[in-house]
T-cell receptor, first 116, second 113 residues
Framework: KAGVTQTPRYLIKTRGQQVTLSCSPI?????VSWYQQTPGQGLQFLFE???????NKGNFPGRFSGRQFSNSRSEMNVSTLELGDSALYLC???????????????FGPGTRLTVT | DQQVKQNSPSLSVQEGRISILNCDYT??????FLWYKKYPAEGPTFLIS???IKDKNEDGRFTVFLNKSAKHLSLHIVPSQPGDSAVYFC????????????WGLGTSLAVNP
């Protein structure tokens, strides 16, 4: 079974631009979560989607948004990029957000975003 | 304010010995705890979990212990192998709709041959 895939793997943008990152979950997984990882803050939860609906949201500004499509693929968008948005963005999928086993998430390799 | 704390940024052990990674939490509403392992250039990989109704869960060389009164959990790896060298993250989750994972900053484990 193919794992979680994220595209692109690396991205360089300038301040003020916007960016869209993509995540394809494991086949059959319907829940997708996004995280931001930085050295000082660790993994910070951005949001979680299930059946095209946002189920949970972390404490990030409105510049960070996401969506999920009917095939469970998900995208996240960051508008008006700031230098502090430079980070590794990780996507994780799980079977179903309602079951205890969904705590066990499967991560993609991440997208390394650099804002200059 | 870190609700999940891994106070040791790094740990070094000899191959064959026990590795003990520690994690403390502050929120008594957490009811599910997980350990993930992360290699460079890869996403975290689920390792082992424990529910708050248990105090121990074992899976092969990996055992997680939970002390709810102390709000402390630990991951034991016995025996440690060089391939275990990675960053280990502790994560915790609340019940019901509050199930977003809160992560520690990680502990980098180096297992020396």
């Amino acid at each position: 079974k193919a794992g979680v895939t994220q595209t692109p793997r690396y991205l360089i943008k300038t301040r003020g631009q916007q960016v869209t990152l993509s995540c394809s979950p494991i086949s059959g997984h319907r829940s997708v979560s996004w995280y931001q990882q930085t050295p000082g803050q660790g993994l910070q939860f951005l949001f979680e989607y299930f059946s095209e609906t946002q189920r949970n949201k972390g404490n990030f500004p409105g510049r960070f948004s996401g969506r999920q499509f009917s095939n469970s693929r998900s995208e996240m968008n960051v508008s008006t990029l700031e230098l502090g948005d430079s980070a590794l963005y990780l996507c994780a999928s799980s079977l179903d957000w309602r079951a205890a086993t969904t705590y066990e998430q499967y991560f993609g390799p991440g997208t390394r975003l650099t804002v200059t | 304010d870190q609700q999940v704390k891994q106070n040791s940024p790094s740990l070094s052990v000899q191959e064959g010995r026990i590795s003990i990674l520690n994690c403390d939490y502050t929120n008594s509403m957490f009811d599910y705890f997980l350990w993930y392992k992360k290699y460079p250039a890869e996403g975290p990989t689920f390792l082992i979990s424990i529910s708050s109704i248990k105090d121990k869960n074992e899976d092969g060389r990996f055992t997680v212990f939970l002390n709810k009164s102390a709000k402390h959990l630990s991951l034991h790896i016995v025996p440690s192998q060089p391939g275990d060298s990675a960053v280990y993250f502790c994560a915790a989750s609340g019940a019901g709709n509050n199930r977003k994972l809160i992560w520690g900053l990680g502990t980098s484990l180096a297992v020396n041959p």
